[in-house]
């Protein structure tokens, strides 16, 4: 067995997943969640469907990193003897800024560097570098370690399509700039969608729809990200969950004036309590959004359009930027199964040669597969994305590359 843990901390959790790289399975996944507010673990082990979740003492990212370690090494769960059986971690970081072009081995300036864009990114930075700092602590010494960036694949952006209409001073001094994010993703399904055409991606102009509870598109050309919809957050783009997506700059000044928020409430406002949840006052599920549209909500029928709106936007001004498209993939929670979605976003669209077969549409959930007609100029697929897989591959790519160095 070729065993890789993939790390996945956020400020309050600690979600993991040990996969066997030599078939690629799922030994065993998992949280350690409600750090530093209690405590709650759960482990699974997806071959013999063990289920186990118990309460726990979590004060900071350490106990809950000792906690991962007992459940995979003792007790009734678990599937290894000891630590030293796994051949290295990967951690998913989500701001790598411009200093991390691509995933790299961890040292302790590496776990330095990525605090320090704590700023950049709060929610997720600074409990990354703790998250970091605990498994250096507890792992056996010598385990490699490998940070892979939600932001690093859209490092290849023109500074046309990174710049915003702000003073460039404020881009130099406090790195103000669209940076993208969901980049692992972006880029496994856009590589998965080059294989199953049987194309090189060198020759493909791509649009890659991850529409989940966080929803990005990306122009994908040559294999390279062009452009993104998310921005300096993930906050930008199209509406989402609970996140309102563009807006216009004055409306957000106009708000907090008539609110009175200061810019944490703002920004919780526009993180929380916008998006689905915000325009429908239904839910942030795409689900129930469906559902109660379906049974005659007229603010969920509208949230739906304006969902399916905005992403029609996005490719329209992607097959501009890009001078045309070859494909069109849909990826994430709803893209890979809400065919109501993927009917209405290519409904319509015969100016750019798409046309998809709506009948084998409404069968594809979760799966692999071409939607589109013979005769659409632009093929469209569903292709379920996997950034665990994908940091565990990148995970042994760059120790193999850091071994021959
Ligand atoms: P995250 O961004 O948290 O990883 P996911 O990619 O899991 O989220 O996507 C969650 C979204 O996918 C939710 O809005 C959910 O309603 C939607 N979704 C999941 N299954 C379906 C389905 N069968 N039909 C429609 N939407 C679905």
């Not at 549409?361 to 013979?374: Q, R």
């Amino acid at each position: 067995m070729n065993l890789v843990l993939v790390v996945n901390a956020g400020s309050s959790s600690l979600k993991y997943q040990l996969l066997d790289m030599d078939d690629e399975s799922v030994i065993a996944k998992g949280n350690c969640d409600r750090i530093g507010i209690g405590g709650h673990v759960s482990h699974k082990i997806p071959a013999t469907g063990y289920d186990y979740e118990a309460d726990c003492d979590f004060p900071t990212h350490t106990e809950a990193f000792e906690k991962l370690v007992e459940v995979l090494t003792t007790g009734d769960g678990k599937v290894i003897d000891s630590m030293s059986e796994i051949s290295a971690v990967g951690h998913r970081i989500v701001q790598g800024a411009e200093i991390f072009d691509k995933a790299c081995m961890v040292t302790d300036e590496v776990i330095d560097q990525i605090d320090g864009l704590s700023e950049l990114a709060p929610v997720h930075n600074h409990p990354h570098a703790l998250a970091l700092r605990a498994c250096t602590k507890v792992l056996p010494k010598g385990t490699p370690q490998v940070v892979v960036f939600d932001t690093a694949f859209h490092q290849t952006m023109p500074p046309k399509a990174y710049l915003f209409g702000l003073p460039y001073e404020d881009y130099k001094e406090y790195h103000v700039r669209r940076y993208g994010f969901h980049g692992t993703s972006h880029r496994f399904v856009s590589h998965s969608l080059a294989d199953a055409m049987g194309k090189d991606i060198k020759d493909l102009k791509i649009v890659s729809c991850h529409l989940g509870n966080g929803s990005s598109i990306t122009a994908v050309n040559g294999g390279k990200s062009v452009d993104t919809s998310m921005g300096f957050t993930p906050l930008d783009g199209i509406i989402m969950g609970t996140r309102c997506g563009a807006v216009d700059p004055s409306a957000v000044t106009f708000v907090m004036a008539k609110h009175g928020f200061d810019a944490h409430q703002m920004s919780e406002y526009m993180n929380k309590k916008s998006g689905f949840l915000g325009l429908s006052g239904v839910g942030s599920d795409n689900r129930d959004i469906c559902a109660a549209a379906e049974a005659g909500n007229e603010r969920a029928k509208l949230t739906s359009d304006i969902l399916q709106y905005q992403i029609k936007r996005y490719i329209g001004a992607y097959a501009a930027i890009m001078n045309g498209i070859d494909a069109v993939l849909f990826t994430g929670g709803i893209g890979e199964n809400s065919w109501e979605v993927r009917e209405a976003v290519c409904a319509d669209m015969s100016y750019f040669g798409i046309e998809i077969d709506r009948e084998l549409n409404k069968t594809v959930k979760g799966k692999l597969m071409k939607i589109s007609t013979p005769s659409s100029k632009v093929e469209v697929w569903v292709v379920p994305t996997n950034e665990e897989l994908l940091i565990a591959r990148d995970t042994l790519a760059v120790i193999a590359e850091n071994a021959k160095k």
